[in-house]
Structures are given as structure tokens and as C-alpha cells.
């Protein structure tokens, strides 16, 4: 078996204590390891303050890790600083919740998707342009969006543009921030497709992070339950649905108490 | 006139006076009846004539036309006016930028220094310099860009400190957008609009204050014509000859009033609009 894409051990994320005096609060992440194949999709799965943001958050290196490891790629993720950081984020594409909110309100679709590539240092001109356009339909949208802003877009769209962001680098890996929880039931699922798709185009892997387990159901290879910053339940995504084994995660997948 | 509507009554009248004022200040040689008086050529035989169909707004104590000082006297104060403001932006914008964007130590380090120059009273601070700078236009617009560029960098830097958390100022992070470009492409434009609104409402006290340092003789030199230091020469001869300080005086008011009414109805348009992405 070869190593898998990003390997988290024993992660540990502890918020600061707000006051002088006040007591360190418990791990919102607490001692959480999982595993991502090359190719495969995680679902984290878990209620609000389940800690599964807290677990993203310090995957993508938006707060720190109090202990544990990170690898992704086969090299340590924990220890890169600075530049090397910077560089090391293009090789993961991130969509976070409410596109309105990740989308700059300021820029035009196609400012926002060149922005990776210009991070990367590509020069502008008309080969960004025709690669915007190329994301965009890879996405299922039209290249007239490019010119339009995120708030003049439905729901749907603007994550389109998101996705296609995200997408615009290459990425090894695919982080999912509740990537359908803004959007309607019906753009849920086309949303759910287009990312099936990609998936199956780009042999990518993806981390997806939800508290709607319909929606990971679909999706997922594996899955991973977790409730109050530790991991209840994890395995193949069948098994874990089918028949699992904790009370909260049956609770959860809305099975009865067991007699 | 799609403008005009959004700023309101008060606001076209203050943008009205302050074009006039603009307009005067541009073309001063032209519309001053008596330009070599404007710019201090001396009148000896109608030294302090009342106002008169020859001297609509009377003369001075060397007989210079008022209405053509108080015309030329426009050019200093616009340019005072702006001069403090924009270069106090130009300081404290960044360092509010820079000092939200990155907290911790440059942030600490750089407010400290902003809050050494708010604890002395403006005025007192701006006299101090000037003194120390010696009187001059230059010098006193400087002395007073001093004391503002502190209030600047504050607004700047909580501008920041709220689009720092925003999303897509996060997701250009994570795109490993370099610091400077967040900085200039995701964070300044929504942080520049408040400032630049809250710039447009300074004028009028920037002004005044310019005009302050002049009537305690720390402005410019003369024989320019300058309000706040025609207002100081007339101080002489008032009450008995009380349009010697009045025009320029009533220059002053206009224009402060006509700044503050302007920022006012911009300050109601646009101030308190955030980003409202929903």
C-alpha cells in the first residue's frame, strides 16, 4: 500500500483561554488521526462544535496544532513556514461554505479565477483568459460569467465559481468546507454531481467536511464521525452508514437506540 | 443627475460651494478684479475704504482689494486643505494596513508610536511644530498632517482588522496569495472607501486648523494672501473697520460649512456601507 496523500496523527487543536484566569478550555480537536488515500474522498461528518471545522481549519493552517502530525504528500505539513507555506497551499484547492462570503465582492469572476494563477506567477494575458473560461465551463458555467461579480450570481453559480477556483491550480487535494449547506436541496445535488465528476476526471481526493450526512453518504469512500473533538467512528463509508456501531453516530444516521 | 439626488440638498449646496470656491481657486488671475492686489501689491491711496461699488468687499490696511485677497487667499487654503489630508492618508493608511494586517509585534510597535502623537492636543502639537519649522505654507501644512495622520492610521488599521476575517481574504491565504497582494488587491478596497469618506469630511477642519496656525503667524509668509492671516491683520482694526476681517473670515465659515455638509450626506450614502454580500 503506498502512503496515503495527507496522514493526520493524534492532532490536537486547543483554543486560548479568553481571560487571564480562565481555565484552558477543552481540545476542540482531541487527539484526531485519520488517513486520505490518493484518489480517495473523506467524509467528517459530526454536529455543530463537533470540532470537524477546528479539524479543517488546522489542516488548511488557519489556527495552530497543539501536538500531533500532519503529512501530506509525504512531507511534514506542520513544519513548513512562511514562503514555503505559501507555495506549499497551491497544491490544495479549498471551498468554504457561503461562496458570497469567499467570493471578494469587489472583483469580477475572472479577476477572482486568475487570482491563484497569478499567485502562482503565471502572467496575464490571453492564455489566463481562455484558462479562466476553460475552469469555468469545466465547471458548467458559461464564459460570459466572466465578467459579472459573485453577488450578481444565484446560489449555485457562485459556488460553481468557487469550485473552479479551487480547481484552478491543480490541486492534489479537494477541501470541503460544507460546500452545500448555503445552497437549496435542488442545486444541493448539482452541486454533489459536478464535484462527482470532477473527481472521477481528475483522480482527485477530497476532504469533505459536513454535519448533513445525506450529503456525504453520496459522495464518500470513507467516512469519519466525530463528536465533541474526537473521532466516534470511522471506516468505509457502506459500513459506517449501513451499520454503525456507536450510540451517536447511530443516533446520528437517524437509527433507534439499540433494545 | 443621479449624483445630486444621492447626496441630498445640503450636500449639492456644500459640493456647489465648494466647486465655486475651486473655481475661484483656479482661475484667481482671471475673476480677482485688482490681481496684483490678490497677490500683495500695495494700494496706499484707499487704505481701509469700506465696501464700495469699487471695493465690493472693501480694502485692507494697505489698501489692497479684499475680494481679490479673499479670491487668492482661496488658492492657499484649498491647497492647505488638501495637502494635510492627503498626505496624512498617505502616512496613516499604511500604517494602519500594515499594523491590522499583521498584529503582534508590528502592530504593537506601530500603534504605540500612533498613540504617542494622540496623546498631545492637536493644535498645541501643530503650533509646536510649525514653531519649530519655522512659518512657511510647506511647513505648516506638514506641522498639521503631524497631528491627523494618527486618526487615519486607527481607522485603517479596525478597516483591516474586520476584512482580515472575511473569507475571501481567507481563501486568497490559502491560494498562497503573497502578503503584499492581499494586502493591496483583497483588503484596501473595501478598507479605502470609509477612509476616503471620512477624508472628504476632514477637509473642512484641516482647513481650519491651517487657517489657525496662519492667524498665530505660522503660516505662510507674506504678502501671499492667506484667511487666517487676513482674518489676524484685521483683528486691528475691528470693530471700527470690521470688513477687514469679515470677508476673509466668512471665507473660512463658507467653506469649513460647505466640507462638513458634503462629508455629512457622504458619511450617510456610503460610510456606514460595509460589504454587504447577501
Same mark, same amino acid.
Request: glycine share 10%; proline share 8%; aromatic share 6%.
Given at each position: 500500500?503506498?502512503?496515503?496523500?495527507?496522514?493526520?496523527?493524534?492532532?490536537?487543536?486547543?483554543?486560548?483561554?479568553?481571560?487571564?484566569?480562565?481555565?484552558?478550555?477543552?481540545?476542540?480537536?482531541?487527539?484526531?488521526? !485519520?488517513?486520505?488515500?490518493?484518489?480517495?474522498?473523506?467524509?467528517?461528518?459530526?454536529?455543530?462544535?463537533?470540532?470537524?471545522?477546528?479539524?479543517?481549519?488546522?489542516?488548511?493552517?488557519?489556527?495552530?496544532?497543539?501536538?500531533?502530525?500532519?503529512?501530506?504528500?509525504?512531507?511534514?505539513?506542520? %513544519?513548513?513556514?512562511?514562503?514555503?507555506?505559501? !507555495?506549499?497551499?497551491?497544491?490544495?484547492?479549498?471551498?468554504?461554505?457561503?461562496?458570497?462570503?469567499?467570493?471578494?465582492?469587489?472583483?469580477?469572476?475572472?479577476?477572482?479565477?486568475?487570482?491563484?494563477?497569478?499567485?502562482?506567477?503565471?502572467?496575464?494575458?490571453?492564455?489566463?483568459?481562455?484558462?479562466?473560461?476553460?475552469?469555468?465551463?469545466?465547471?458548467?458555467?458559461?464564459?460570459?460569467?466572466?465578467?459579472?461579480?459573485?453577488?450578481?450570481?444565484?446560489? $449555485?453559480?457562485?459556488?460553481?465559481?468557487?469550485?473552479?477556483?479551487?480547481?484552478?491550480?491543480?490541486?492534489?487535494?479537494?477541501?470541503?468546507?460544507?460546500?452545500?449547506?448555503?445552497?437549496?436541496?435542488?442545486?444541493?445535488?448539482?452541486?454533489?454531481?459536478? !464535484?462527482?465528476?470532477?473527481?472521477?476526471?481528475?483522480?482527485?481526493?477530497?476532504?469533505?467536511?459536513?454535519?448533513?450526512?445525506?450529503?456525504?453518504?453520496?459522495?464518500?469512500?470513507?467516512?469519519?464521525?466525530?463528536?465533541?473533538?474526537?473521532?466516534?467512528?470511522?471506516?468505509?463509508?457502506? %459500513?459506517?452508514?449501513?451499520?454503525?456501531?456507536?450510540?451517536?453516530?447511530?443516533?446520528?444516521?437517524?437509527?433507534?437506540?439499540?433494545? | 443627475?443621479?449624483?445630486?439626488?444621492?447626496?441630498?440638498?445640503?450636500?449639492?449646496?456644500?459640493?456647489?460651494?465648494?466647486?465655486?470656491?475651486?473655481?475661484? =481657486?483656479?482661475? &484667481?488671475?482671471?475673476?480677482?478684479?485688482?490681481?496684483?492686489?490678490?497677490?500683495?501689491?500695495?494700494?496706499?491711496?484707499?487704505?481701509?475704504?469700506?465696501?464700495?461699488?469699487?471695493?465690493?468687499?472693501?480694502?485692507?490696511?494697505?489698501?489692497?482689494?479684499?475680494?481679490?485677497?479673499?479670491?487668492? $487667499?482661496?488658492?492657499?487654503?484649498?491647497? =492647505?486643505?488638501?495637502?494635510?489630508?492627503?498626505?496624512?492618508?498617505?502616512?496613516?493608511?499604511?500604517?494602519?494596513?500594515?499594523?491590522?494586517?499583521?498584529?503582534?509585534?508590528?502592530?504593537?510597535?506601530?500603534?504605540?508610536?500612533?498613540?504617542?502623537?494622540?496623546?498631545?492636543?492637536?493644535?498645541?502639537?501643530?503650533?509646536?511644530?510649525?514653531? =519649530?519649522?519655522?512659518?512657511?505654507?510647506?511647513?505648516?501644512?506638514?506641522?498639521?498632517?503631524?497631528?491627523?495622520?494618527?486618526?487615519? =492610521?486607527?481607522?485603517?488599521?479596525?478597516?483591516?482588522?474586520?476584512?482580515?476575517?472575511?473569507?475571501?481574504?481567507?481563501?486568497?491565504?490559502?491560494?498562497?496569495?503573497?502578503?503584499?497582494?492581499?494586502?493591496?488587491?483583497?483588503?484596501?478596497? $473595501?478598507?479605502?472607501?470609509?477612509?476616503?469618506?471620512?477624508?472628504?469630511?476632514?477637509?473642512?477642519?484641516?482647513?481650519?486648523?491651517?487657517?489657525?496656525?496662519?492667524?498665530?503667524?505660522?503660516?505662510?509668509?507674506?504678502?501671499?494672501?492667506?484667511?487666517?492671516?487676513?482674518?489676524?491683520? $484685521?483683528?486691528?482694526?475691528?470693530?471700527?473697520?470690521?470688513?477687514?476681517?469679515? &470677508?476673509?473670515?466668512?471665507?473660512?465659515?463658507?467653506?469649513? !460649512?460647505?466640507?462638513?455638509?458634503?462629508?455629512?450626506?457622504?458619511?450617510?450614502?456610503?460610510?456606514?456601507?460595509?460589504?454587504?454580500?447577501?
Amino acid at each position: 500500500m503506498t502512503a496515503p496523500l495527507l496522514h493526520v496523527q493524534d492532532l490536537v487543536v486547543r483554543y486560548k483561554p479568553r481571560g487571564l484566569f480562565a481555565q484552558a478550555p477543552p481540545p476542540a480537536v482531541n487527539r484526531v488521526s !485519520l488517513s486520505l488515500p490518493e484518489g480517495a474522498t473523506l467524509g467528517v461528518v459530526g454536529e455543530s462544535g463537533s470540532g470537524k471545522s477546528s479539524l479543517l481549519r488546522a489542516i488548511l493552517r488557519l489556527v495552530p496544532a497543539e501536538s500531533g502530525s500532519i503529512t501530506f504528500g509525504g512531507a511534514d505539513w506542520l %513544519s513548513l513556514r512562511g514562503p514555503e507555506l505559501r !507555495l506549499a497551499r497551491q497544491g490544495i484547492g479549498v471551498v468554504a461554505q457561503n461562496p458570497f462570503l469567499s467570493l471578494s465582492p469587489r472583483l469580477t469572476i475572472a479577476q477572482i479565477l486568475s487570482e491563484p494563477l497569478l499567485a502562482r506567477g503565471d502572467r496575464p494575458g490571453p492564455d489566463m483568459v481562455a484558462q479562466t473560461a476553460a475552469l469555468l465551463s469545466r465547471c458548467g458555467l458559461p464564459p460570459d460569467f466572466l465578467p459579472r461579480r459573485a453577488r450578481e450570481l444565484s446560489g $449555485g453559480q457562485a459556488q460553481r465559481v468557487a469550485i473552479a477556483r479551487a480547481l484552478a491550480l491543480g490541486p492534489r487535494l479537494l477541501v470541503l468546507d460544507e460546500p452545500t449547506s448555503a445552497l437549496d436541496v435542488s442545486v444541493q445535488a448539482q452541486i454533489l454531481n459536478l !464535484l462527482m465528476d470532477l473527481k472521477a476526471d481528475f483522480g482527485l481526493s477530497m476532504l469533505f467536511v459536513t454535519h448533513n450526512l445525506k450529503v456525504v453518504a453520496h459522495i464518500s469512500d470513507l467516512l469519519m464521525v466525530m463528536h465533541q473533538g474526537e473521532v466516534v467512528e470511522s471506516g468505509r463509508a457502506e %459500513s459506517v452508514i449501513a451499520d454503525p456501531a456507536q450510540p451517536y453516530s447511530r443516533a446520528l444516521m437517524g437509527f433507534r437506540p439499540r433494545p | 443627475m443621479s449624483v445630486l439626488r444621492r447626496l441630498g440638498l445640503g450636500g449639492s449646496l456644500g459640493l456647489a460651494v465648494i466647486l465655486t470656491f475651486a473655481l475661484l =481657486a483656479v482661475a &484667481a488671475p482671471l475673476l480677482a478684479p485688482y490681481p496684483g492686489q490678490g497677490m500683495g501689491d500695495p494700494n496706499v491711496t484707499a487704505k481701509l475704504t469700506p465696501p464700495s461699488a469699487e471695493f465690493w468687499l472693501g480694502t485692507d490696511h494697505l489698501g489692497r482689494d479684499l475680494l481679490s485677497r479673499v479670491i487668492y $487667499g482661496t488658492r492657499v487654503s484649498m491647497s =492647505a486643505g488638501l495637502m494635510i489630508v492627503a498626505v496624512s492618508l498617505l502616512v496613516g493608511l499604511p500604517v494602519g494596513l500594515l499594523a491590522g494586517y499583521f498584529g503582534g509585534w508590528v502592530d504593537e510597535a506601530l500603534m504605540r508610536v500612533t498613540d504617542v502623537f494622540l496623546a498631545f492636543p492637536a493644535l498645541l502639537l501643530a503650533v509646536l511644530m510649525a514653531a =519649530a519649522l519655522g512659518p512657511g505654507l510647506l511647513n505648516s501644512i506638514v506641522a498639521v498632517s503631524v497631528t491627523w495622520w494618527p486618526w487615519y =492610521a486607527r481607522m485603517a488599521r479596525a478597516e483591516v482588522l474586520v476584512l482580515r476575517g472575511q473569507p475571501y481574504v481567507e481563501a486568497a491565504r490559502l491560494m498562497g496569495v503573497s502578503h503584499p497582494r492581499i494586502l493591496i488587491r483583497h483588503i484596501l478596497p $473595501g478598507a479605502a472607501r470609509p477612509l476616503l469618506v471620512q477624508a472628504a469630511l476632514d477637509f473642512g477642519p484641516a482647513l481650519l486648523t491651517a487657517s489657525a496656525l496662519s492667524f498665530l503667524g505660522l503660516g505662510v509668509l507674506p504678502p501671499t494672501a492667506d484667511w487666517g492671516k487676513m482674518v489676524d491683520e $484685521g483683528r486691528k482694526f475691528f470693530p471700527d473697520r470690521w470688513w477687514v476681517s469679515t &470677508a476673509p473670515g466668512v471665507a473660512i465659515f463658507l467653506l469649513a !460649512l460647505a466640507f462638513s455638509v458634503l462629508g455629512d450626506a457622504l458619511r450617510g450614502r456610503e460610510g456606514g456601507k460595509r460589504d454587504d454580500p447577501s
